[in-house]
């Protein structure tokens, strides 16, 4: 399996911190500045800001909530003594054991924040024997569990003599027992951010060559200067955890009915990655507790005064959600404008009583409706655990953008070598003919099954699989638009000169354009001089996760929010936030090349307002008139349709397609004024020209005004398949889009029986059919649906779905062919015969002879 870090818990470490009188020396800070203001800057000692170093690092301990993550705090330079070598044998003075070692909270930073330098002239030689005293600490703590790392923090200034002896010994020491040793100086030498302290000390030079020498002889060991160890704490690092091994079976073939022609092979799962996000918040409210004289469990509450001489004490909890469930009346206007994300529930009145949630029945929305569940789930499906092997494809085939959810890896059972050998031969076969295989994962029985992806990993010691999820059939849209090129004009003329239509100038120059921004080769360059791509998943970081765990550590160790202000971020943070300067560079020519092409100018600056969006009432779904509804981009030219023959319904569609777009065309465009960008004139009187109106959109297809956009409506249809029976209801309100109304609503009822878990919606088709049956009756569309009604039973009987064709024929009566009585009854006329539908109409052991 690949290493986990050694930084993802088990992991103890001790912080050795220099008190000594000379920590109490102040130094001035200066902080990250604001817009037209001279940096700030603070006074602070060097043991505070130390001890920043140590809270943040005990902040993320607290942050990321691991048992395993323990520290302990070893004071040095105090004026008394109390540690686990002197209470044994003695010596070792002036050596505190500040903080036990144990899993860090909020008393622990509070603890730390009230640290304070030695006044009293006490030896600063104890730097040697309180890392000895670490050391014997951890390894007293550390002896039952041998699988822990131990670490050593040393914070100090530098600037007291240190006795040294046997400091071989010391360095053996740690090296037997492989702890990591930190020491963290203020001002130390740094020769990899060049750093040198000026006016240094003639003690501080030697003890800063003696730390030199001792970290040299430690193998797991760093040394280096505290400013630069503060900015590398804010750096940020994906976290890695150790993922649980989950046991499954991996299926090939049958096992249930053929045992003897199927593979089962038992399997571990992990996740290779998992999803982060930002940390939730939580929100607290003041609330007057006991008075202050009584006891309490917090440590520093907040005083308050009532003005009686009674002092209460404000202690801050945290508020909890609780739900109550309301017969809910909105009073605040009939307009429907409101905003429900400011909606005040004082103003709202309550006309029911109080409902508890025992009286609640779970519904699902289905469309515009909801469909209740007694039960609160519907009937699930009967599975099995495992992941089972549906088929292989070629590996080129795989559809990366489909791939949805987190990589989980698939291990053999670490624990049975015939299972390892069994799925190291199918991960050698599938890497060896490059194929993937098409998986159905159930990870428990009962639930939900999962379809997913099997892709061969082959590490240098291990074979595995990774696997993830991909979407159902249903669940991929396919949006299918129209070239920009297809442009005609009323007459149904392809137009091949516009304002619209790019000219092969303006597409070469953009070409150019797109070329020069290439990041491929905006990197670094390597040792033989080629530049690496700029952009690198594996070090870049989501600033909305990292930024905020920053502020969110400042404000946990600082006292004053107001003086201690947030430092800048990281640059390994924001350093994909400024383009490359190589891109802009080579990209300068190109782009001023579009600047002349496309005449772009600089707009002048305007005050944008925020516009309050309103509510849409539920059935007046209006929006804005565009300026370019005129505008057809799905048009085809009669040039590609001329070998077809068109029907009534189609011909009807073409007359109506005028009358959809009532605004009034222009035969010309007004000239533009200077503020304007430069375009070409117009070349085609009879094109349908935008709106001339200034800062025209693209000429985007659009609904008429009025009408709801349907998602789910395809290209050129006027009815959709959310509410098709809404829509032919509409449309034929118009009175003049009946024959194509007629057409698409039959067209959607055939496209939505065909598709799968149709038998949810066969009631309202049958509705969808009784209201078409009658308005052909009342419309004169007689053949239409004795057409549509033949079609339906050809593709519902032999694609797939004869159950409803079977509810078809329980209307019979309501749903038949309409015969030329009928017809002439409603003032039409029908081709078939009243005797032909008599003896179609009649059931022959239950089917219908349509």
Known sequence: MPPVSAGAGYTVTIFLVDV????????????????????????????????????????????????????????????????????????????????????????????????????SNVPGDVAIDALIVGIETLSNYLATKRSWTGRLVLLTDGESPIEIVDWEAIAKRLNSFNYRLSIIGVDFDDDEIDFHEKGKSHVKHENESFYHKFAAEVANSVMGTLSFALQEVTRPEVKQTRSTLMATVLHLGDPANNPLESVEIIVKTSK??????????????????KSADEMDVDSAPTKHDDGDGNVNKVIWAQLRMRTEFHVEHDVQGDDGDGDEDGLDVDRVKKGGAKVEKEQLVRGFKYGSSYVPCPDGQFQRLSTRKGISICGFFNADNFR?????????????????????????????????????????????????????????????????FLWVQMPFADDVRKYTFSPLQNLSNRRGEKVTSHPYLPTHEQIGAMDRFVDAMNLMEAGEKDEDGNRSPWYDTRVSYNPAIHRMKQALFHNAVVQDLVADQLLPPHPELIKYFNLPKQVLKDAKEATDECKTIFAIKKGAKRLILPKRVPRPRKN??????????????????????????????????????????????KPTIPRLTEDDSETESESDDDAWPPSSSKGAKLPTPSPEPGMFADPQRAPGRIIGMATPLADFKHNISQGDVISKAVED?????????LRPFAERRHMEMIECLHELREVCLQEDEIDAWNSILRELKECTKEAGNPAFWGEVQKHEVDLGLIAASEAARHGGRSNISDSWAEKVSLSVRGKLLY
């Open 20 to 119: 000594s009188p000379t920590m109490g020396t102040y130094r001035t800070l200066h902080l990250s500045p604001h817009p037209n203001e001279d940096p700030p800057t603070k006074q602070v000692t060097y043991l505070q800001w130390s001890l920043q170093f140590a809270m943040l690092k005990i902040q993320e301990m607290i942050f990321n909530g691991r048992k395993t993550d323990q520290c302990g705090v070893i004071l040095f330079g105090t004026d008394e003594t109390n540690n686990i070598i002197n209470r044994k044998d003695g010596g070792y003075d002036h050596v505190t054991e500040f903080l036990q070692i144990g899993q860090p909270n909020a008393d622990t930073l509070a603890k730390l924040a009230s640290l304070r330098a030695s006044t």
């Open 620 to 665: 007046d779904h209006a929006r804005a008139q565009d300026d370019d509804d005129e505008i057809l981009l799905d048009r085809v030219a009669p040039s590609i349709l001329e070998n077809r023959s068109y029907s009534r319904t189609e011909a009807s569609y073409s007359q109506m397609q005028p009358q959809m777009n009532p605004m009034p065309v």
């Open 400 to 464: 990366r953008e489909h791939s949805i959810g987190e990589v989980h890896y698939v291990w053999a059972d670490p624990r049975s070598p015939s299972q390892q050998v069994a799925l190291s031969s199918l991960v050698k076969a599938m890497d060896k003919l490059d194929m993937y295989a098409i998986t159905r994962w159930v990870t428990k029985d009962g639930s939900d099954p999962k379809m997913g992806v099997l892709a061969p990993c082959r590490f240098r010691k291990v074979d595995c």
């Open 272 to 289: 290779c990655t998992a999803l982060a996000r930002p940390k939730s918040w939580k929100r607290f409210a003041p609330r007057e507790g």
């Open 745 to 753: 609503l039959g067209w959607v009822v055939k496209e939505v029986v």
